[in-house]
Structures are given as C-alpha cells and as structure tokens.
C-alpha cells in the first residue's frame, strides 16, 4: 500500500500564497508519478497538476497555471504545490494522490491515480 498525508491547507487571504505537502509512505516505489487534485463545495473533483518523481514533465490545469508550481523529491518521498496569487474560487479541499503510470493515460481524470490522501482544507477569502 501507499499512504499519503497532505499538510499545510489554512485559511489565506486572496492574492496570498500557500505552500502544501504531501508526504508518501509504504510502496511508494510502485509509483511514477505525483499529482494534486481539488474539490470545491459541491463540485466535482478537478485536476490541478502533476509531475513524475524525476521532477520531469510538470502539467498543469489552465486555471493555475502561471500561479502554482508542483515539485517533487523522490528521496524525501514528497510533492509539493506551491500556490501563489491565491483566489477565492482555489477555494477546496486539496488532494494528493500517486499513479503507477508516467504519464498517467488521463493525467488529468482523478482515475487515472490509484492512492490518495484525506485532504487538506485551502480556504481563500476575498
């Protein structure tokens, strides 16, 4: 199995930054590559980005892009969004989940990624 834990989710003010974390444990070797999903109230789950654990081919959703950065550190067994000009509508719970693929088939359909953390609650207010 493969755990993972995201931190760093809190209330931020629009235009600010935040920095989020997911830590991997267990069979992390089965995986290739790292992604970050969101869920808004009410909405589906939404692709924010991905990147494998060399750190190579980074994607993003165009509704971030130019404003997050997705990095990975396959020695700490980490990924980590850095998110800045924050907006009310990044308003969600922040998922981080693992893939067994690189690319993912679908790299932006939360099926494609077999292992996912609880959450973290990002809350952007205007």
């Known amino acids: 199995q493969v755990e993972l834990v995201e931190s760093g989710g809190e209330l931020v003010r629009a235009g600010g930054s935040l920095r989020l974390s997911c830590a991997a444990s267990?069979?992390?070797?089965?995986?290739?590559?790292m992604a970050w999903f969101r869920r808004a109230p009410g909405k589906e789950r939404e692709f924010v980005a991905t990147i494998a654990w060399s750190g190579e081919s980074s994607m993003y959703s165009d509704t971030v892009k130019g404003r997050f950065t997705i990095s990975s550190d396959k020695a700490k067994k980490t990924v980590v969004l850095i998110m800045n000009t924050l907006k009310p509508k990044d308003t969600a719970v922040y998922y981080c989940a693992a893939s067994t693929n690189y690319p993912s088939p679908e790299y932006n359909n939360w099926k494609s990624f077999y292992y996912w953390g609880q959450g973290t609650q990002v809350t952007v207010s205007s």
């Open positions: 267990g069979a992390v070797f089965t995986t290739k590559s």
